[in-house]
């Protein structure tokens, strides 16, 4: 294991995966699942639609944003991941021979590759058994993150799209304001609309006294 690694342990930390491990606890775990690491450049592709996906990936730097296509060739933003997060692990767990997305480097990125081989075999130690159920504990977490993705999207309007995902948001961020890592694009894309409307609906929305935003930054006035 490149011990260059190491110096992204906080970052780790962030991650249900490495959370609170120190030492060499943290080691083990990270030699459990096979840790290289890896860089990528703005634009690069990490994996491309339709290929197996035999690593799963955690964000140490940088963003990740995993994307599907609709039947019209539309893109669809799956998720935007951020440092200390992960992306790709059921994929990699249940072996898809074709798996349908693609992730590339929307700046800069280091990450780590992991390995699912150990979780699928036989618990050896009490150790063992924990890393394994922190595996299945960012599965679950997941889960939930695409359950949440999922109540935005059945959303009728734009406008109560909108409203549940702002809604969602300041909940994780534990305030009425925080930074959105996406461009204008990239929210409409994630919304499933285009940037001409979703421009004029946060306008409105601004005028209306319900969102204040500058760039990235928002800001939710009333709920």
Known sequence: MDEAILKYADVMKKCALFADLDGERLISALRYFNATAA????????????????RFGLVLKGVVQVCTDDLNGNRMIMANVTAGNTFGEALCFLRIPAAPVYIYATEPVV?????????????????????????????????????????????????????????????????????????????????????????????????????????????????
């Open 111 to 223: 990450f780590l590759w992991l390995s699912t081989d150990h979780v699928s075999q036989m618990t050896r130690s009490a150790e063992e058994s924990e890393w394994k159920n922190r595996f299945i504990t960012i599965v679950a977490e997941r889960s939930l993150k695409m359950n949440s993705r999922v109540q935005i999207l059945s959303k009728l309007t734009l406008r109560e799209k909108l409203n549940a995902f702002f809604t969602d948001r300041a909940r994780k961020a534990g305030s009425d304001t925080f930074i959105l890592p996406l461009s204008r694009d990239d929210m409409a894309d994630y919304l499933g609309t285009n940037r001409s409307a979703l421009s004029r609906e946060l306008s409105k929305m601004k005028k209306e006294g319900i969102i204040d935003f500058y760039k990235g930054s928002f800001r939710i006035l009333r709920k």
């Open 39 to 54: 860089h990528c450049e703005k634009g690069e592709f990490i994996h491309h639609a339709g290929e197996k996906m035999d």
